[in-house]
């Protein structure tokens, strides 16, 4: 009985996995999983920087010229506050009102032109929307605030005219 019992088990134990459909079935889909996916090419434009503008953009990266601080506030109202901390800790404020129910993009380029006259080494702003502003909205701000346009003037660095306003702008309360 023990002889027969044991075998029976034996039998149980051993016995073979067919893949081969499972392989069949892997060759049949990766290649059509290949072919129908999106490959996204990105391309990156390196414009090359006057020097002086290139070092005093890595300086403002890097922290070193933080005592100045520019802050751009965007209520629900349409309205822009600008916020200029400067080297000695005097704050300036300054408001841009909008029409009844868009913001006024080009009086916040022109102010913030004018700030950047002022503090011409400083490549980072803040900006604090206040909840309830549209993502849109939100955008033309950065828009407005990043690059020099041709009728703004010449701002220069260490003899060399840069073309950046503000390129770093920070969403400072917006979260996910």
Do not use: C
């Amino acid at each position: 009985m023990r002889t027969l019992r044991s075998r029976d088990m034996s039998e149980e134990a051993t016995f073979e996995l067919n893949i081969v459909p499972m392989m069949d079935m892997m060759v049949s889909i990766i290649p059509f999983l290949l072919l129908s996916a999106t490959f996204m090419q990105i391309m990156l434009i390196d414009v090359p920087l006057p020097a002086p503008v290139a070092q005093a953009l890595a300086k403002d990266r890097d922290g070193a010229n933080k005592e100045v601080s520019i802050k751009v506030s965007m209520d629900v109202r349409h309205s822009f506050a600008l916020e200029v901390k400067d080297e000695g800790g005097k704050t300036n404020r300054f408001v841009i009102p909008g029409a009844k129910d868009s913001f006024d993009y080009k009086g916040l380029h022109k102010k913030l032109v004018e700030v950047k006259q002022h503090f011409p080494k400083v490549f980072r702003v803040e900006l604090n929307p206040e909840e309830g502003i549209e993502y849109k909205n939100i955008i033309q701000a950065m828009d407005a605030s990043r690059n020099m346009e041709g009728t703004d003037p010449k701002i220069m660095i260490e003899n060399a005219v840069t073309p950046l306003l503000f390129p770093d702008v920070i969403l400072a309360n917006v979260m996910g």
